[in-house]
Structures are given as C-alpha cells and as structure tokens.
C-alpha cells in the first residue's frame, strides 16, 4: 500500500506540475486556491445535496466563492449523503456531498449523468469525532478522560457500567471519578457518524466490539435520540451520560482524550489532520481520479486523534454542460484549497485536508474536462 501511494504521489505531482506549467510559466499559486481561467464570469444556478455533516462548511465555502463570483447563484440541500447521492446520480445537482464514498453500482450508474466517465470522490470536510460526556465535577471543570480504544469499546457495549470502574479509574488516576452508572446515548438514526465510530472501534478493539460495521447504531445499550443534536441535548440533561458527536457540536461537553501509542491525545482539528496524513489511498475502489482514503485508526503518530469523520464531494470528470464543468472544477478547487480549508476550519472546528492527501485532491479537480 506505502508503494502504491508513493506511485500515486509521483504522478499526482507530475500532473499537478505540467497543468501548472502550461496555465503559466513560473506561476507559484497552489493549483487549489487556483481559479480556472475566467472563474470570475462564472454565472448561473448551481446545486449540490447530501450530507448534513457539511452543511455549516458549506455555507461558509458559499459566503467566500460568491466573493470573488457573485453571479454564480448557489445552493446545497443537506439531505443525507444517500439521498444527496441519489439526486446527484439523477443529474438534478452538480455534485453531492457523503459521509461514504461511492459503491460499485454507483460508480456505474453514474455514466449516465457524467457522460459515459465515471464520476469520482474527493475529501473535503474532515471533522474529528468527539466522545461527550457530562459528569458532574469533571466535564464541568474543563477536565477530559483519559480511556483507551478497549474501555471505548466496553462503555458503548455495556460491559463498563459505572463512572469508578476500575478500568477508567486506572487511566484517570488524578480525577475522584464518582460510583455513579454510565448512560449511554447513541444516535437512533442513520448516521456517517455513527459509521465512522464504528469503524474505529472495530479496527482498534478486537474482540471487544464484535460488531459489523453499519451506519445503525448496532446493540441495544443505552438509549437513541435522533441526530446530532439530540444526542448533544440528551446527554447535556441528564449527569452520566456519554455519547458522540462531530467536534462541532461539542460545545462544552467534557470530551474523552484517546490513548494513541502510549500517551493520550485531546481532541483537535489538528490533531484529527494528523491521523489523516497518517493514512492511506484505498487502492481496491473502482473507477478513476477517486481519492477514497483508508483512515489509519491505529496511528501511533504523537498528537494524532484517530477517531475522524471524513466528508467527500462527488462530481463527474466530464460534463454534459461547459458552464457546469468550469463551475465544478472551479467549486472544488476552491472548497479544497488553503482558503477554502480555513474557512470551514474557522466555521466549524474541521481538520484542514493534510498536504500528502491534498495533492492527490488537487490532481483529480484539475482532471475535470474544461472546454
């Protein structure tokens, strides 16, 4: 896998260094931020649809692209990523946002909208996930818990019921953590959040989480509310609680510090950015210019968070439409470079793209057939 990303990375900068040269000699500008030729006349309504995990970053990549185009009428209805990736394949949006990337079907499917190609995927909106909890005398006090991969694992299946476990009491030997039973609270919903939890506590806790990855919260412990912010409400109601939520809807829950290598990392976008660079390309996805990542949960990298919800925006290589391609090529560009990055970071508390990921973003966008 290191091989084939290394492989990836001499053609992602080969591509990147020829376009640059042929749209200027000498031009140094981060082919992201790099707006296509004439961006600025860019006019006309265009949409997007799906995840809800976007819809913050979106508004505020909108605010920012309509500077420098205010003729471009933009819009984004954050239906679910399914249903945004329904309407995309529907030819109804010019790109749909997912918490997952596209299946096999899917990739298929969509030469009917991207004119015989296949449309790709891309990150853009990195978020690390949070464990929250309210417990009276700790997350009031500003202080995180400490707790492993396995304890994670143990909370959220119900095998540790109270806050003085000796587990937890083990890895927080400074807090006076109370006899006081743990309530978990879960998303009663379809969730990419849910997903991507999942996804980490079955890669890093073996046997203790024996189930299969979905986007349904998967047992029966503890109790359901619908979307985020019913679990943030549930679990700011009641003291003992724990659940989860993106970063940015944390607000000023206590928040676990996971145990990475032999220490314990706080939850922060650069610390989610960390275990992002620390990952890989999913080489097995089929279909060109995807940039689909396979996140490393078990980074030992000092400072990484491993527990992230990676967002994609998917778009077709092709366009029935020229005004449509500019728009796409010149949207994503945009959303995906440094500029577009620290908007969503300042909006929402997101983990910049990492420059070794960015390159192989930068490479697929500039793909985009303009005429």
Sequence with gaps: MRSNLARRALAALCGVALIAVAAACGDNTDPSDRPVSNASSISGGFAGAGASSQQTAVEAWIAGYQKTNPKAKISYNPSGSGAGVVTFLTGATVWAGSDKPLDAKQVEESKQVCAG??????PVYISPIAIVFNLRGISDEDHHINM????IAKVFNGKITRWNDAALAKQNPDLDLPDLPITVVHRSDKSGTTLNLLEYLKATAGKDWPYALSENWPNDVGQGAKGTSGVISTIDQADGTIGYADLSQAGGMGTVA???????TEISADAASKAVADSTLDETVPGANRVVLDINHKTTVEGAYPIVLVSYDIACPVYKDADTARFAQS?????????GQDQAEHATGSAPLPDNIAQYVRASVDAIEVK
């Design 331 to 339: 949207w994503l560009g945009y959303i995906t470079g440094k500029s």
């Design 117 to 122: 190609s296949t449309a790709f995927d891309v």
């Design 148 to 151: 492993d991969a396995t304890t």
């Design 258 to 264: 996971v145990k990475v290598g032999d220490s314990y």
